[in-house]
């Protein structure tokens, strides 16, 4: 029997939509074979009742329900996890592709001698065992990866289409009491920096309006901060745009970013580059304003918008009230 273990990643309590996603695939994936079994992780003080009705299929959640485990620590999360998946007896462990997982999937391969495939996208009907395919060369190519040993990790990268469960869901939770772990030094880290309360993240927002360079400026992110605010989604930005310090680096999008996966995507005075554009290739429709008629985002746009970002964003401003005042 295959055994799957779900890692579901949470901050300031709310689990993350993203790992949501990700054990409804790896559900979708056990559905299609009757030999496989999913169970998850999760660390951490929460109210699990936030998960009632989002997670489909079945099995079991074992839950470290305790405060030292809300704030993350690579070294205290790299064992709680290791001691969970030798006591399930899980064959393979699922991540969704976060910043976390980036640091910890990597420290659980080296500990457990196990193989790590990142940034997955496609798992084969086969199953996990032949491996999965994902892009390479910031998305110019399509690689397919194999592990090689019995035990095998994957972070998955999210996508605009959401994973809908058609088949109910039977999960039962069970009190994780790791044992081994002291209080004293539990959290050692320098200062703690939280994200506005009213501010999504990038990585699981639905309607992104992201800016470049040809903003201008800090002042210039005004204008898309007030579109975003209009059509319920959150600002983003390319790495040259965080490098000037107009944006802070939570907000950075692109292959040294964040990867994407929003409805809409708006491309506001953003060139391209192949660096940017394999952060956003999950996005369902991307909407590009550029001055620029051969900017590269023009090539992979669904809808382009030739001409000054100045003139141009306050236009759509408008369009957007008069319309939200029509509905």
């Not at 999210?158 to 081994?180: C, K, M, W």
């Not at 001055?291 to 141009?312: E, K, Q, R, S, T």
Request: glycine share 10%.
């Amino acid at each position: 029997m295959n055994k799957y273990l779900v890692f579901l990643e949470q901050r300031e309590g709310v689990v993350k939509k993203a790992s949501i996603e990700i054990w409804n695939r790896v559900q979708e994936l056990a559905a299609r074979h009757p030999d496989s079994a999913v169970s998850g992780i999760l660390a951490g003080s929460l109210d699990i009742r936030q998960l009632d009705g989002v997670l489909g299929g079945k099995g079991v959640i074992y839950h470290a329900n305790e405060e030292r485990f809300l704030l993350y620590n690579s070294r205290h999360y790299a064992r709680l996890v290791a001691d969970t998946l030798k006591r399930d007896g899980a064959t393979s462990l699922f991540f969704a592709d976060t910043a976390l997982s980036r640091d910890l999937a990597p420290r659980l391969s080296v500990n457990l001698e196990a193989s790590l495939l990142s940034g997955c996208e496609v798992f084969d009907d086969a199953g996990v065992d032949v491996g999965c395919v994902r892009p390479v060369y910031s998305g110019s190519a399509i690689a397919s990866f194999a592990p090689e040993r019995s035990l095998r990790i994957y972070t998955i990268s999210s996508r605009s289409t959401r994973s809908i469960i058609s088949f109910g869901s039977h999960i039962e939770f069970i009190a994780l009491e790791p044992s081994g772990f002291t209080s004293e030094n539990l959290f050692p880290f320098v200062r703690r920096i939280a994200m506005r309360k009213d501010r999504q993240d990038v990585a699981e927002a639905a309607i992104i309006v992201a800016g470049g360079r040809g903003v201008g400026d800090a002042a210039g992110f005004e204008q898309l901060e007030e579109l975003a605010l209009l059509l319920g989604g959150t600002v983003g930005a390319s790495r040259p745009v965080v490098d000037e310090g107009w944006r802070p680096h939570a907000e950075q999008i692109g292959q040294t970013g964040k990867t994407v996966a929003p409805a809409i995507y708006f491309a506001c005075g953003i060139s391209g580059s192949v660096q940017h554009l394999a952060g956003i290739g999950s996005a369902s429709i991307l909407v590009a304003i550029n001055n620029d008629p051969h900017a590269p985002i023009f090539d992979v746009a669904d809808y382009a918008l030739v001409g000054d970002l100045h003139i141009v964003l306050p236009k759509l401003l408008d369009a957007v009230k008069e319309f939200l005042k029509k509905r």
